[in-house]
C-alpha cells in the first residue's frame, strides 16, 4: 500500500468508526490502478496487521460499537462474507456498498501514531475529492 493511501485511510478513520465504504472509496479514488474487493480487503488485512485498526461491528440492540475477539482470519471472513445477518462486502451489490454495516474499523494508539507521523494527508496531497462538491473538503 503506498503511504497517500495509507495516509487518507488514517485520517478518515480517526474521527470516527469507519465501515467497508471508506476503504472501497479511498482505493477506488486515491489508487484506481489497484482497486479491486479483493485488493480493499487486502489493505483492511494489511493495516489491522501492522496495528493501526482494531475491527468490530454495531452488534445491535441499541448497543454501541463492539470490537470483535477474533484473529484477523475470522474478522477478515466476516469482513468478506458476511456476519450477523448482514451481507458481505464480497457479495453485497456496488450500489450497497455505501450502506454496508458489516463491519467498522476503529483507529488504535498505534494508527494515531502513525498517522501523526504521516501528517494531514489534505495538506500534503491536496483534496482528492475536490471535482466533487459533494465530498470535497472546503479548507
Sequence with gaps: ?????????LYGISDDWAA?????????????????????LEIIREIAERGYI??????????SWEPWDVSIDVAMDRIAHGYNGVAGYMSVPEDD????????????DGGR???????????????????????????
Excluded: H
Excluded at 97 to 108: C, D, K, L, P, Y
Design 1 to 9: 500500500m503506498n503511504e497517500k493511501l495509507e495516509n487518507f485511510l
Design 54 to 63: 482494531q475491527l468490530g461491528a454495531f452488534p445491535g440492540g441499541g448497543r
Design 97 to 108: 456498498i455505501g450502506s454496508n454495516e458489516v463491519f467498522r474499523a476503529a483507529i488504535t
Design 113 to 139: 501514531e502513525r498517522l501523526r507521523e504521516l501528517g494531514d494527508p489534505y495538506e500534503k496531497y491536496g483534496d482528492p475529492w475536490s471535482d466533487d462538491p459533494l465530498l470535497r473538503v472546503d479548507l
Design 20 to 40: 467497508v465504504a471508506e476503504f472501497d472509496g479511498n482505493v477506488k479514488k486515491i489508487s484506481p490502478e489497484i482497486y479491486s474487493r479483493s485488493k480493499v
